[in-house]
């Protein structure tokens, strides 16, 4: 494909429940960035990847979030003990070079809901 | 506290009017200003950018403007087209971190 894609599309869970979301970016990108939507705002940042390696995860909200990308390529972000508050839809994006923001894809989101 | 702030969660144009989209920002370090389009169900597509060194930015329908001293951005869209209705988000860039940081965004529905 020839785009960033984000799987799955939707995602329900139950309160307390572990997730995982997945992103593989555009072949040959070297930074990938996770964002989260929640409904009437904007796009927040959450961690930036530099190959394997997280280069910023100052937007993290606390220990029950982590992402890893082992290989350099797909990431997966993953949430414990899931709460209500954490519905949103989650963005990832990937960019050829760091710091290259004109280019940086955007996926469609993955649509978390926790009931 | 929002950085980055659009007042207009929503505007209404004419098919072929101008659109004219506004963004306020709290830091006068940031340096690099980015529009972002999105579609239902779609993520964010760039749309254009400008460098806090300039003050106008164009590209085809599209022209950014940057007014410093007010820490104020505008989109200028025109002549404004159905297929431009959407939701628009402004980021800005600022200093050695690589994350983006948008406004609320504003729904813009042109009208036939």
């Known amino acids: 494909g020839a785009g960033v894609s984000q799987t799955p599309s939707n995602k329900v869970t139950e309160k307390g429940k572990y997730v995982e979301l997945r992103c593989d970016p555009i072949?040959?990108?070297?930074?990938l960035y996770w964002y989260r939507q929640s409904l009437g705002q904007g796009p927040e940042f959450l961690i930036y990847?530099?190959?394997?390696?997280?280069?910023?995860d100052s937007g993290l909200p606390n220990d029950r979030f982590f992402a890893v990308r082992p290989e350099g390529s797909v990431s997966t972000l993953k949430i414990q003990r899931t709460e209500r508050g954490d519905s949103a839809v989650y963005l990832c994006?990937?960019?050829?070079?760091?710091?290259?923001?004109?280019?940086?894809?955007f996926g469609p989101g993955t649509r978390l809901t926790v009931l | 506290d929002q950085q980055v702030k659009q007042n207009s969660p929503s505007l209404s144009v004419q098919e072929g009017r101008i659109s004219i989209l506004n963004c306020d920002y709290t830091?006068?370090?940031?340096?690099?200003f980015l529009w972002y389009k999105k579609y239902p169900a779609e993520g964010p597509t760039f749309l254009i950018s400008?460098?806090?060194?300039?003050d106008k930015n164009e590209d085809g329908r599209f022209t950014v403007f940057l007014n410093k001293s007010a820490k104020h951005l505008s989109l200028h869209i025109v002549p404004s087209q159905p297929g431009d209705s959407a939701v628009y988000f402004c980021?800005?860039?600022?200093?050695?971190?690589?994350?983006?940081?948008f406004g609320t965004g504003t729904l813009l529905a042109v009208q036939p």
């Open positions: 994006a990937s960019s050829l070079l760091a710091g290259d923001l004109n280019t940086q894809y």
């Open positions: 072949s040959g990108h070297t930074a």
């Open positions: 990847f530099q190959g394997t390696g997280a280069a910023d």
């Open positions: 830091n006068s370090m940031f340096d690099y």
């Open positions: 400008i460098s806090s060194i300039k």
């Open positions: 980021a800005v860039h600022g200093g050695a971190t690589n994350k983006l940081i």
